[in-house]
């Protein structure tokens, strides 16, 4: 039996510009003769490039994790990985979640946050599919040279990015329940989105890659009445959006 009842969803919505180009892979099945080594993920529908939920979130919680200073190594089998946080009571959990098998004897509810998937913007999407300077559809094709240390042989690969300039849409859906720090979640939300954009998303970010701009645009919520009286989402004011989170001017 879950405690805690859930009274808010708020909605925290943005843009995600890439100042550098942007890789985050894709599978390489089907890839054509003459294509990228290292391609980007696509929609299979629509064939353009974005954002999984899954990779903004994974790296927002990666960095909090950093900063509170809770990330340490365990052994599995002999080999040594990165432990997160597993502490449900810890904001982190909270937050984002954890495993199933670390809540026995917790009733509290976890992961309160929801990420959506990032897609283009339309702007972007008609910019990038109309030039004439893409080497694939919507992306760039960057060569990177690989240089043995012995024999000095250059061996080249190509990675597949979403050009700088590029403008993906971002949607997060926070939960609420009755027992939360409110302001306090939110805060840190903002802090792990603050610490994305100051260091990069995707790969090969120590190469130049993944730097982006995130501006939150509309910060909204709804609550109970909201949904019993089907109103619209209403505008958030508890917690400002931090200078460091304006969206871009065109």
């Not at 919520?221 to 931090?242: C, G, H, N, R, T």
Request: glycine share 8%; net charge neutral; hydrophobic share 35%.
């Amino acid at each position: 039996m879950i405690k805690g009842q859930l009274i808010k969803k708020i909605l925290i919505k943005g843009t995600i510009t890439a100042k550098t180009g942007l890789h985050i892979g894709g599978s390489s099945v089907g890839m054509a003769i003459g294509g990228a080594d290292a391609t980007v993920v696509r929609n299979p529908l629509t064939n353009q490039p974005y954002i999984p939920g899954s990779s903004l979130k994974g790296k927002m919680r990666s960095l909090l994790e950093k900063v509170e200073g809770k990330f340490t190594e365990v052994n599995m089998s002999d080999v040594k990985n990165a432990a997160f946080v597993d502490n449900p009571d810890h904001f982190i959990c909270k937050i984002f979640g954890t495993m199933p098998e670390k809540m026995k004897g917790n009733e509290q509810p976890t992961s309160r946050l929801i990420v959506r998937d990032c897609e283009l913007t339309d702007k972007s999407a008609k910019k990038l599919f109309g030039s004439k300077d893409t080497d694939m559809p919507y992306t760039e094709v960057k060569t990177e040279v690989v240089i043995d240390r012995i024999t000095s042989a250059a061996v080249p690969r190509q990675l597949e990015r979403v050009p700088a300039g590029a403008v993906f849409n971002m949607r997060l859906i926070l939960n609420i329940y009755d027992d939360d720090k409110e302001n306090e979640l939110v805060e840190k939300v903002y802090e792990s989105l603050e610490l994305v954009q100051n260091d990069y998303l995707g790969g090969k970010g120590t190469r130049g890659s993944g730097e982006v701009k995130i501006g939150i645009t509309h910060l909204k919520y709804k609550d109970k009445d909201a949904y019993e009286k089907q109103k619209e989402w209403e505008e958030y004011l508890s917690v400002k959006i931090p200078l460091g989170l304006e969206p871009e001017k065109e």
